[in-house]
């Protein structure tokens, strides 16, 4: 009886614990949740009110979301994001996997030296990049058969080589043992088949990791493809929320009402591969 | 594991697919101007596919001197603003008698244009006009991609003639050029920092004109804080002049002044005159009374609440003045004001939307001078202005937009200032460094709490000036 009521008391103290960390968390939750909601709330004021202190809306003008669709020509802008997105994402992740392959798995003079001197690179701060990846693809674009300025190979191939990708990759390829390497060659496999069979397979989360991290990094660019175009053509959805600032202010609520649009795809994609995302670190374990 | 596999291998055929299929062609509005060799249509004369008869040659007549020439114009404009100026482009070249096309693209807000041109200096890629701030033209003038505009506007064929120099606002000349004499900057627009006024609440207070000295001023802002004072409550520290302390408001003032910038010489900086101690002892006398005080947002709010009486904005502001007031249904009048110095002197902060032409051949440069020349004349800066809420830069401009003013008061209210200036001396050397250095100094003075502090931050923040000169030369 005493132990049993020791017992409860333990479990007692525990889910006490358990309640004082779900409080923190959620707490935590909120605070993140925060701006979310602030930006919301702030697209369905009147500009008046959001220029204001109020953090809910006494009225809702939903009609912000169809003015900030049309003033930031989203229907335009849209299209040209998801291209550039698809594109970027396609020939990151191809460049990747091949370049962190040769890298982890495969012998050639000068490996490590290169290596070295690509990681080093993730300490120049892209800001600086700026004006000699410019000169690069418009170089590139003047003895090349199709323009890259205005273009979008100057928006999408100049981020296809990504450095923090090709190192993710190279360090999860790296611990594949060799003796599924082995055996895969016992079987007739060679490099290509053992990627695309045996590594791969194992490594779908750096690929989620990189896929999700580069879909948000290429859907809110805003500086490189300004840069890089001249026309609307190209340039992708980050250009039209400009729309709504000038010299001296900001729509606020058309702003808000456009920023929650444009990250609509974003959460889209965080949420269909959030599952995938854990799952794949769950089960890429590799037993002995 | 399989179908991953298959996925993959999708995504990988779908970037090379995508890359087979992109554009081959060059984008219809792309162009490269500085490449690109000004045109002159040759006349094309056919082969006749059977000659019978010798027919005698139709005269051919003399292409248009500038025929064929495409100018290719940076702007910061979207929006219905910049349909309004696509609008007026369009019409250039349609009715242009010179055959010359200008091809309009906007490139973002201004810093964007700054990047493209600095990255374009670099490239190549550069446009024949840009719109930018003048302190943006002077560095691109100093490092030679910026042209002088002198030899077109003095043209006798092409460019301006006395009446119509005269009848450009007298300190626009000065604010677009060098002091070496180049003039680099020519204005399509004006905005300029203004007092924000509630005139009912002003009115209310005993104060039926506008206050014409700055003591008079600070008559009204105290009045107006000791009101808000006795409320009590929210109102409590409130009602007078809201006021930032940095370089555009600092300025503005020190101008109502009638002091500047420059030494007597004009040939360096000078923050120590009298006129600069006046105007920081003036604010921090309101600040000091409670007269003056801060929100932490743009004070359109607190404006249409009551709680200012007087805010310093740019009238490009206007839209969110007006917002703000109709959200409190707040029925009072307000609109524009001089800041009114000590002897009754009148300034504004000028601030010009400037056109500038990129070095390239003589004939691209006149050519890109006369759209300029166009877009700028009365008539046409009198249908801009509408679009764009923007002030003209010339009388006769004042004079066509009395309607335009009769409907939009607010506007009305600027008119005159506009045509006060001054506007800062963004073409001296290091002015951009300069201002970013005063932000800082404006600050500290409005936390100075002596003259003899004042003094010393006055003369520290003169040194610097002159050291970033002496950087950059």
Partial sequence: MDNRHKRRKGFSYASRRKIFIYIVLSLGAFISLIPFIWMISTSLMSLGEALGTAFFPSELHFENYAEAWRRAQFSEYFINSILITLITLAGEITFSIFAAYAFARMEFPGRDLIFGVMLSTIMIPAMVLIIPNFLTVTWLGRIGPIPWINNWPALTIPFMGSIFSIFLLKQFFAQVPDELFDAAQIDGAGHLRFLFQVVLPLSKAPLMVILVLSFIGTWNSLAWPMLVTNTPDWRPISVGLMNFVDEAGQLVNLTMAGAFITIIPILVIYFFTQRQFTDSIARSGLKG | ?473
């Fill in chain 2, 1 to 473: 594991m399989k179908k991953f596999s298959i996925l993959l291998a999708i995504v990988m055929l779908f970037s090379l697919v995508l890359a087979a299929c992109g554009p081959t062609e060059t984008p219809p509005a792309v162009e490269e101007p500085v490449v690109e060799e000004p045109v002159v249509e040759e006349p094309v004369v056919e082969e006749p596919e059977e000659v019978e008869e010798v027919e005698e040659p139709e005269p051919v007549e003399e292409a248009p001197p500038f025929e064929g020439v495409t100018v290719q114009f940076w702007h910061v404009y979207t929006d219905a603003p910049g349909e309004a100026l696509q609008a007026l482009v369009d019409e250039f070249n349609d009715t242009n008698p010179y055959g010359i096309t200008v091809n309009a693209l906007d490139q973002g807000r201004y810093s964007d244009v700054e990047d493209k041109v600095n990255a374009g200096i670099q490239s190549g890629d550069l446009p024949d006009v840009v719109m930018a701030y003048t302190n943006a033209l002077a560095d691109w003038y100093s490092v030679g991609f910026i042209a002088d505009l002198v030899p077109y506007i003095d043209d006798p064929e092409y460019g301006l003639n006395v009446e119509e120099l005269a009848d450009l606002y007298p300190h626009l000349k000065e604010a677009g050029s060098t002091p070496d004499g180049a003039w680099i900057a020519y204005p399509m627009t004006q905005s300029a920092n203004v007092l924000v006024l509630n005139y009912t609440w002003a009115e209310e207070l005993g104060f039926a004109e506008l206050p014409a000295t700055s003591a008079e001023l600070k008559d009204l802002v105290c009045a107006a804080a000791a009101e808000n004072t006795e409320k009590g409550g929210d109102f409590a520290g409130t009602g007078g002049m809201v006021f930032f302390p940095n370089a555009t408001n600092w300025l503005h003032w020190l101008y109502a002044f009638g002091g500047n910038e420059l030494n007597d010489a004009r040939d360096a900086y000078d923050f120590t005159s009298q006129e600069a101690i006046d105007t920081t002892m003036f604010i921090l006398d309101l600040k000091n009374e409670g007269c003056v005080w801060q929100t932490e947002s743009y004070p359109n709010p607190e404006q249409a609440q009551r709680k200012a009486i007087i805010t310093m904005s740019s009238t490009a502001g206007a839209p969110y003045y007006a917002a703000a007031f109709a959200d409190e249904s707040n029925a009072d009048v307000w609109g524009w004001m001089a800041a009114p110095g000590p002897d009754g002197t009148l300034a504004v902060n000028a601030f010009q939307q400037m056109l500038g032409v990129i070095p390239s051949t003589q004939q691209r440069e006149m050519a890109s001078w006369l759209f300029i020349k166009w877009l700028t004349s009365p008539e046409i800066q009198a249908r801009w202005i509408p679009a764009s809420g923007y002030y003209g830069t010339q009388y006769t401009t004042e004079a066509m937009m009395t309607d335009y003013a009769a409907e939009n008061p607010v506007w009305a209210s600027g008119v005159e200032l506009a045509a006060i200036g001054p506007s800062e001396p963004q073409t001296f050397p290091a002015w951009s460094s300069v201002r970013r250095t005063l932000n800082d100094f404006a600050a500290e003075l409005y936390n100075a709490t002596s003259q003899a502090e004042v003094e010393e931050i006055l003369a520290r923040l003169t040194e610097t000036a002159n050291e970033l000169v002496a950087e950059v030369q």
